[in-house]
T-cell receptor, first 115, second 113 residues
Framework: DTAVSQTPKYLVTQMGNDKSIKCEQNLGHDTMYWYKQDSKKFLKIMFSYNNKELIINETVPNRFSPKSPDKAHLNLHINSLELGDSAVYFC??????????????FGSGTRLTVV | GENVEQHPSTLSVQEGDSAVIKCTYSDSASNYFPWYKQELGKGPQLIIDIRSNVGEKKDQRIAVTLNKTAKHFSLHITETQPEDSAVYFCAAKGGTSYGKLTFGQGTILTVHP
């Protein structure tokens, strides 16, 4: 049983397209995150949802829109893809940030390549 | 906001040697400091963590130390093995960060047989 699963694992698309990445966790966690890992391996937070409520919204182009239909799912939709969006996108989950926080469980990542 | 600096960026050791990775943080209210190991093609995996009310924590061959006064923390791996080769990240969680972890830049550890 995969704890945090992301689909797809690889995504190759042309500039200007719109794409979505899906994430699901079966750990019963309350909080989910999207992180972007660039070519230098740097991990930077993009968004976080706690029980379907957006709690972290870093400086990210508004072409990126997260959606959390329930606390086990967090999706990322990207409009008008640009070359600079090429990266690995990681979904993660954790227990409630206020109670019992014990770090993240990460998914295996989605490698997005924009050509 | 929180800023985490990690050194060295690359570390090469012989099997059986010890490896030490150091991080500093800027937010004195930070209270949780995890370390992650990322193998090629995989997501980061939590290997050890420490909270601000503890100075040291050990789990078999790995240990973490925290100096709150100096705002730095370190990962120590003893008796390194080739399977320890990976990218290691430190991170810090601020006191009012909604669970946000700020990561260091990563250290590529290579253990030579």
């Amino acid at each position: 049983d995969t704890a945090v699963s992301q689909t797809p694992k690889y995504l190759v698309t042309q500039m200007g397209n719109d794409k979505s990445i899906k994430c699901e966790q079966n750990l019963g966690h309350d909080t989910m995150y999207w992180y972007k890992q660039d070519s230098k391996k740097f991990l930077k937070i993009m968004f976080s949802y706690n029980n379907k409520e957006l709690i972290i919204n870093e400086t990210v182009p508004n072409r990126f829109s997260p959606k959390s239909p329930d606390k086990a799912h967090l999706n990322l939709h990207i409009n008008s893809l640009e070359l600079g969006d090429s990266a690995v996108y990681f979904c993660a989950s954790s227990q409630d940030w206020q109670q019992g926080f014990q770090g993240y469980t990460f998914g295996s990542g989605t490698r997005l390549t924009v050509v | 906001g929180e800023n985490v600096e990690q050194h060295p960026s690359t570390l090469s050791v012989q099997e059986g040697d010890s490896a030490v990775i150091k991080c500093t943080y800027s937010d004195s209210a930070s209270n949780y400091f995890p370390w992650y190991k990322q193998e090629l093609g995989k997501g980061p995996q939590l290997i050890i963590d420490i909270r601000s009310n503890v100075g040291e924590k050990k789990d078999q061959r790995i240990a973490v130390t925290l100096n709150k006064t100096a705002k730095h923390f370190s990962l120590h791996i003893t008796e390194t093995q080739p399977e320890d080769s990976a990218v290691y990240f430190c991170a810090a969680k601020g006191g009012t960060s909604y669970g946000k972890l700020t990561f260091g830049q990563g250290t590529i550890l290579t253990v030579h047989p």
